[in-house]
């Protein structure tokens, strides 16, 4: 196990390899006349596609250190490639934000910054990636290739791989310092395509305004330090509605190779994405066909069919057909087991997607948890959201019931919270990007209506196929932040009034910082003293010693110690899990198998023992051999130890030749009980 000073210091090395690669497409694109927007848009984007894409080709042919390899060569030609551009006389890079208000970009850069310290310090956190967005990488890795044979869960044989797959950059190392990067990026990558696409709406200030707006959106502050792939769909399809944009303005060889890498990466990232990828296409599409007609898009193909023939092997990876096929051939259904499949459907088919439609619309009118602690305290005796929920169950719940649903007996409830996984996209939804998405389609031009068009019909497809579960809120990141070029079309055409554009500015700058401050995993302040300070705000300014200790000890700087427990999160949330008692008693080189239940996390026992190799198995299949045979479905010479986390049966043990080194305590409920065994 490395230190985590030789950790921090090969995550750094892997962040410099990032930026550098980021800034020489950056230099690129603005040699080629992009502006600045879009230059650094397009920079992060392509950087992205392009290790995805490597990383996927590596692992296919089971050689994951081409990739290494090919990345020091490329690392050297854009090393030269900075230096000429930094010795040129003149480089005009920031140039499009000379007249841009500077006390305002210097107060998010503030936020900005403390997010990226979250990034680069906290260890990860997110449930999901825990069991299969991280750790199915380190399953990659330890098994040389991306079709699994042993799993725990489908999520980690079967979904699509080209956002999870980035982490590669950092885990072929075994370091996980600054691992989230990837999901900051497509954070900035959201909010610089809403400005460079609002432009052609609205003059800068407004650009800058909804930019600044869709920055604040609690959701998507949430998922911007997290390392779930829900925020690169949001990017990716933003990224395509700016290329979108600019072949309609423009027509290049370049925009068009770049759409088609950018839908087949966001098909890689999620196959959610498939529903914008098909109205974009229909709609853009013809939107471009009616404009320039078919015989200048043969002409242009046919002039550059080098470039494009070169693209083809690139879109194929990232489209992953060679993975759908593999899912076909292995469970016999393109995306995965069919059971599986099916469990996360809305089997209601139009009325199940109207009554998710209705549970989302509820869900997305989120003042926010200060307002719902401040009006119970002042104004009514229930919080607001409770009022909402009523409205919800007097009048649509007698009509839906739990149609559309994936788990019945999942409450419908509606909690304002600043966690990743309930948290919605701030009060702007309901008071703003709502009546801008009516508006443009009411007084829009062609491109911002098939833009408003693009984001309904994905919003369609999503409440139409996806059952409706508690944390769906992220697969709404996509339409929410698009609206906010809807937002830049309102306010330049109808409600650009200087007092209203500083208010918006100021509201959306506050819920910013207390998104960030707030933030229910990663708190400098928790609820519990945001609430004591609601309710005796004068006792609380007398007397502040309280909340200054409660700020030192309890945030999650200090809980962390500075980011260097990296058990933190593990410990906290899951101490059932036993996991540095568990790693303390296996030996050096060893094969374990884990068995687990389905959810169970994998990644913190694999990332911290990169000398031990884990084959993972399911509780399942085992439950049924032992039932009927009594004893586990292999040999035990196969393996040094035996975790089992979850499972509900246990195989019958040679005492004479096997030994549990851990065991959890019998409170532990049965869902995270488990035990460590030594076969000698």
Excluded at 16 to 38: A, C, D, K, N, P
Excluded at 521 to 532: A, M
Excluded at 642 to 667: I, N, Q
Aim: proline share 5%.
């Amino acid at each position: 196990m490395l230190s985590n000073t030789t950790a921090f210091f090969i995550s750094l090395f892997c962040l410099i390899e990032l930026s550098v690669f980021i800034l020489t497409l950056f230099v690129i694109f603005r040699h080629y006349g992009y502006h600045f927007t879009e230059a650094l848009t397009y920079s992060i984007v392509t950087t992205l596609i392009s290790l995805s894409c490597l990383f996927q080709f590596s692992f296919l042919i089971h050689f994951p250190k081409f990739a290494l390899i090919v990345e020091m060569v490329a690392l050297g030609f854009a090393v030269r490639i900075l230096y000429q551009a930094l010795s040129a006389p003149k480089l005009q890079v920031w140039d499009s934000f000379k007249q841009s208000p500077k006390v305002v970009l210097s107060v998010l850069m503030i936020a900005w910054g403390y997010m990226f310290l979250q990034v680069l310090l906290l260890p990860p956190y997110n449930p999901d990636s825990m069991w299969y967005n991280l750790a199915r990488v380190i399953l990659f890795q330890q098994n040389n290739t991306l079709f699994l044979a042993h799993f725990s869960s489908p999520h980690q044989a079967v979904f699509p791989v080209g956002s999870d797959i980035l982490a590669h950059l950092f885990l072929r190392f075994y370091v996980d310092y600054g691992i989230a990067i990837f999901s900051l990026l497509g954070y900035f990558v959201i909010i610089l395509s809403v400005y460079a696409i609002s432009r052609y709406y609205a003059s800068s200030k407004i650009a800058l305004l909804s930019m600044i707006v869709v920055a604040s959106m609690p959701e998507l502050v949430l998922q911007a330090t997290s390392t779930k792939n829900d925020i690169m769909v949001g990017s990716v399809g933003m990224f395509c509605l700016l290329v979108g944009h600019r072949l309609y303005k423009k027509t290049h060889i370049r925009d068009l190779i770049l759409l088609g890498l950018g839908l087949a990466f966001g098909i890689s990232v999620k196959t959610t994405f498939a529903a914008f990828a098909m109205p974009f296409i229909i709609l853009f599409g013809g939107l471009l066909l009616n404009k320039h007609g078919w015989q200048f898009w043969q002409t242009l193909i046919r002039n550059h069919w080098q470039a494009v023939l070169a693209s083809v092997i690139p879109i194929l990876i990232l489209s992953q057909a060679w993975l759908f096929i593999y899912n076909h051939n292995t469970f016999g259904n393109w995306s995965g087991p069919t059971d599986f499949v099916q469990s996360h459907r809305n089997k209601e088919g139009l009325f199940g997607a109207t009554a998710n439609m209705t549970r989302y619309f509820f869900e997305s009118i989120d003042f926010l948890m200060p307002v719902d602690l401040v009006i119970k305290r002042y104004i009514t005796p229930e919080y607001p959201s409770y009022h909402l929920q009523t409205v919800y169950e007097t009048i649509f719940n007698p009509i839906f019931d739990k149609a559309g649903t994936k788990y019945p007996k999942h409450t419908f409830r509606i909690v304002w919270r600043n966690q990743e996984n309930y948290a919605w996209f701030g009060p702007f939804v309901l008071l703003m990007i709502y009546p801008s998405l009516i508006y443009a389609m009411w007084r829009g031009t062609a491109t911002i209506r098939m833009l408003t068009l693009t984001l309904l019909g994905y919003m369609f497809f999503v409440t139409w196929q996806v059952a409706w579960m508690n944390w769906n809120n992220r697969f709404f990141t996509l339409f929410f932040v698009g609206g906010g070029v809807c937002l830049a079309f309102l306010l330049e055409n109808k409600l650009n009034f200087t007092w209203l554009r500083k208010a918006i500015e100021l509201i959306a700058i506050v819920i910013l910082f207390y998104a960030v401050i707030f933030n229910e995993h990663k708190p400098i302040f928790n609820r519990t003293k945001l609430d004591e300070w609601i309710r005796h705000p004068i006792s609380t300014i007398r007397h502040p010693t309280p909340l200054i200790k409660q700020v030192q000890e309890k945030n999650i700087w200090a809980q962390s110690n500075w980011g260097h427990d990296r058990f933190y999160f593990t410990n906290r949330l899951y101490p059932e899990y036993g996991v540095k008692q568990v790693l303390q008693n296996i030996e050096k080189d060893s094969h374990v198998r884990y068995i687990l239940s389905d959810g169970n996390w994998i990644y913190p026992y694999m990332i911290h023992r990169p000398d031990v190799r884990f084959t993972i198995s399911a509780c399942n299949p085992l439950e049924a051999h032992v039932e009927q045979t009594g004893s586990p479905p292999y040999k035990m010479h196969d393996v040094d130890y035996l975790l089992y986390l979850g499972c509900k049966t246990a195989p019958v043990m040679d005492d004479e030749h096997s030994m549990v080194l851990w065991k959890s305590s019998p409170s532990t409920a049965e869902r995270y009980s488990g035990f460590l065994i030594r076969f000698d």
